[in-house]
């Protein structure tokens, strides 16, 4: 996408929207990388390598004009989870292999079928990740201790925040309220300014004049480098290997659903059409390339390409320019981040995961229909309370029952004459069937059931199939079935109307039994018994 737009031509007027666009995303990105990063259990420094690294990846290479790449949100839980289980060099290692994996799926070409996705499934899967999200933060906004390490299920984790509340930190109740207040306060009533940047550095500024008595950045992870680290390649050894293998199949899986939805919302925004197999192969690279430099999972990011397109970026020189302007951040101002207080940035995030709970979407899908309403709940649950991976994968398998059914009921079977010039030619020994919809496993049963009775006595059935789409091979066997009874029967079944490429499709089939004829109209069909 890169060559592309320098390709249009690029000049100063498109430079300096991409450099005050960039600006303005780096601003947004800042706080909300190193938020990310320790609510995934590492050192905010590695939030900011996946920014500049990853972002700048992204942004050079990928097949969206606007996608702006970084740590997301999304991913907190389960890095967070593999962080516990692995430590931080089985996130490196898995974080790379994940790499891989994208990079595979966008040169086999596979980036279109990340869109199969229902998108009950997409609403229900970020509405449970925010709801985790939420929950994670609730110790640092209420600055609490617990005896021993913080559950990751909720319903433990919970219990062991309530188990903790004689250790409140009423400070810090009140810098995540007052962080909260003052973000939203912002946006409201000056939408053009950066409000998290401001909202966290206004009170990170008031809770250290006041001398607060509560965790900082400083406190907990002590002071930010100011560099890059040296790249370095992963522990590939067997046994690293196999723990981290899991965690790197999840990560490109959610990967790849979030970075190609996040495409799309630019298209949409944008008017442009991003080229999906290119943008898996860039988010591929960009995760091997912050792996290399000690980062996390990259992926590209709804809330910052949004506000890379409000901002007017020409093209992807913004998304660079964004990575770049972190960069100068760590290199002039990183001992300053060390004041932020962690309550201020829980705060943050609880507004990001208040955000990312689509209440409005949740409940139109809720009402359109029940199908839905199901998808989306049983999809919800399953995140917030088992697994992410498995509420994609179950939620994925209901989303498809729910079409089966849909497209099974919308199969219709009707008896008479498709057209009305038909009508002279129906005989009292010939009756004519007109098929609709998708002949298919999932409507087999109830046809196959109709048309089992019906062949009980005339001599020839006209099926009309000139609305039917679809014929699988579940289908095609239901039907010669049928022609076999009928011609032990000494009768014939015609296939009437059907195009060009279904008949071939279903003679490919194996639907060229002598007793299963084919014919363009019901009057050919006709001639065709009487000769």
Same mark, same amino acid.
């Given at each position: 996408?890169?060559?592309?737009?320098?390709?249009?031509?690029?000049?100063?007027?498109?430079?300096?929207?991409?450099?005050?666009?960039?600006?303005?995303?780096?601003?947004?990105?800042?706080?909300?990388?190193?938020?990310?990063?320790?609510?995934? =259990?590492?050192?905010?420094? $590695?939030?900011?390598?996946?920014?500049?690294?990853?972002?700048?990846?992204?942004?050079?290479?990928? %097949?969206?004009?606007?996608?702006?790449?970084?740590?997301? %949100?999304?991913?907190?839980?389960?890095?967070?989870?593999?962080?516990?289980?692995?430590?931080?060099? *089985?996130?490196?290692?898995?974080?790379?292999?994940?790499?891989?994996? &994208?990079?595979?799926?966008?040169?086999?070409?596979?980036?279109?079928?990340?869109?199969?996705?229902?998108?009950?499934?997409?609403?229900?899967?970020?509405?449970?990740?925010?709801?985790?999200?939420?929950?994670?933060?609730?110790? /640092?906004?209420?600055?609490?201790?617990?005896? =021993?390490?913080?559950?990751?299920?909720?319903?433990?984790? &919970?219990?062991?925040?309530?188990?903790?509340?004689?250790?409140?930190?009423? !400070?810090?109740? *009140?810098?995540?309220?007052?962080?909260?207040?003052?973000?939203?306060?912002?946006? $409201?009533?000056?939408?053009?300014?950066?409000?998290?940047?401001?909202?966290?550095?206004?009170?990170?500024?008031?809770?250290?004049?006041?001398?607060?008595?509560?965790?900082?950045?400083?406190?907990?992870?002590?002071?930010?480098?100011?560099?890059?680290?040296?790249?370095?390649?992963?522990?590939?050894?067997?046994?690293?290997?196999?723990?981290?293998?899991?965690?790197?199949?999840?990560?490109?899986?959610?990967? !790849?659903?979030?970075?190609?939805? @996040?495409?799309?919302?630019?298209?949409?925004?944008? %008017?442009? +059409?991003?080229?999906?197999?290119?943008?898996?192969?860039?988010?591929?690279?960009?995760?091997?390339?912050?792996?290399?430099?000690?980062?996390?999972?990259?992926?590209?990011?709804?809330?910052?390409?949004?506000?890379?397109?409000?901002?007017?970026?020409?093209?992807?020189?913004?998304?660079?320019?964004?990575?770049?302007?972190?960069?100068?951040?760590?290199?002039?101002?990183?001992?300053?981040?060390?004041?932020?207080?962690?309550?201020?940035?829980?705060?943050?995030?609880?507004?990001?995961?208040?955000?990312?709970?689509?209440?409005?979407?949740?409940?139109?899908?809720?009402?359109?229909?029940?199908? /839905?309403? &199901?998808?989306?709940?049983?999809?919800?649950?399953?995140?917030?309370?088992?697994?992410?991976?498995?509420?994609?994968?179950?939620?994925?398998?209901?989303?498809?029952?729910?079409?089966?059914?849909?497209?099974?009921?919308?199969?219709?079977?009707?008896?008479?004459?498709?057209?009305?010039?038909?009508?002279?030619?129906?005989?009292?020994?010939?009756?004519?069937?007109?098929?609709?919809?998708?002949?298919?496993?999932? @409507?087999?049963?109830?046809?196959?059931?109709?048309?089992?009775?019906?062949?009980?006595?005339?001599?020839?059935?006209?099926?009309?199939? @000139?609305?039917?789409?679809?014929?699988?091979?579940? *289908?095609?066997?239901?039907?010669?079935?049928?022609?076999?009874?009928?011609?032990?029967?000494?009768?014939?079944?015609?296939?009437?109307?059907?195009?060009?490429? &279904?008949? !071939?499709?279903?003679? !490919?089939?194996?639907?060229?039994?002598?007793?299963?004829?084919? @014919?363009? /109209?019901?009057?050919?069909?006709?001639? +065709?018994? /009487? *000769?």
């Amino acid at each position: 996408m890169s060559v592309t737009a320098f390709a249009e031509g690029y000049g100063l007027a498109a430079l300096r929207k991409d450099v005050v666009a960039g600006l303005t995303v780096a601003i947004v990105a800042l706080p909300l990388s190193m938020a990310i990063a320790i609510a995934s =259990g590492v050192g905010p420094e $590695r939030g900011l390598f996946t920014a500049i690294v990853g972002g700048f990846l992204i942004s050079a290479l990928g %097949g969206s004009r606007f996608q702006i790449g970084g740590p997301a %949100g999304a991913f907190i839980v389960l890095v967070l989870a593999c962080v516990t289980q692995t430590g931080v060099s *089985g996130l490196v290692l898995a974080t790379f292999l994940s790499g891989i994996m &994208l990079a595979i799926l966008g040169l086999l070409r596979l980036g279109q079928t990340i869109r199969y996705m229902p998108y009950p499934v997409t609403v229900g899967f970020t509405a449970g990740i925010g709801v985790i999200i939420f929950a994670s933060q609730i110790k /640092d906004m209420m600055g609490l201790t617990l005896a =021993g390490g913080e559950p990751g299920p909720i319903l433990e984790k &919970l219990g062991a925040l309530w188990a903790a509340r004689d250790t409140v930190t009423p !400070a810090a109740i *009140g810098v995540a309220l007052t962080t909260v207040v003052v973000i939203e306060a912002i946006k $409201r009533f000056a939408p053009r300014l950066p409000s998290l940047l401001l909202g966290i550095t206004l009170v990170t500024v008031v809770a250290t004049l006041l001398h607060l008595p509560i965790e900082t950045i400083h406190s907990r992870f002590g002071a930010l480098p100011r560099l890059l680290p040296a790249p370095s390649l992963p522990d590939f050894s067997l046994e690293a290997l196999r723990a981290a293998l899991p965690w790197a199949a999840s990560f490109t899986l959610l990967g !790849a659903i979030e970075s190609l939805l @996040s495409a799309i919302v630019a298209d949409g925004m944008s %008017g442009t +059409q991003h080229r999906s197999n290119t943008e898996l192969v860039a988010q591929g690279v960009a995760n091997m390339g912050a792996a290399l430099f000690g980062g996390f999972c990259v992926t590209g990011t709804i809330a910052r390409t949004a506000t890379n397109v409000r901002a007017g970026a020409h093209g992807p020189v913004a998304g660079v320019f964004h990575a770049l302007f972190i960069l100068a951040f760590m290199l002039i101002a990183a001992p300053l981040a060390g004041y932020i207080p962690l309550a201020a940035l829980a705060g943050l995030l609880g507004i990001v995961a208040w955000n990312m709970i689509e209440r409005h979407e949740m409940a139109a899908l809720i009402r359109s229909s029940r199908g /839905d309403a &199901l998808v989306l709940i049983v999809t919800f649950l399953v995140v917030t309370f088992r697994d992410l991976a498995e509420g994609i994968v179950i939620g994925f398998a209901l989303g498809g029952l729910v079409f089966i059914r849909h497209m099974a009921e919308m199969t219709l079977l009707a008896e008479g004459a498709t057209h009305a010039s038909d009508a002279e030619t129906q005989r009292p020994d010939v009756v004519t069937y007109h098929l609709r919809g998708a002949v298919f496993f999932g @409507s087999v049963a109830r046809l196959g059931s109709v048309l089992d009775r019906i062949v009980q006595h005339p001599r020839a059935i006209l099926l009309d199939m @000139s609305e039917v789409g679809f014929v699988d091979s579940t *289908g095609a066997r239901m039907i010669l079935q049928l022609a076999q009874k009928m011609a032990r029967k000494g009768g014939h079944l015609v296939i009437v109307g059907a195009a060009p490429g &279904l008949e !071939a499709a279903m003679r !490919a089939q194996g639907l060229e039994e002598p007793a299963l004829r084919y @014919s363009a /109209d019901a009057g050919a069909a006709l001639a +065709q018994l /009487d *000769g």
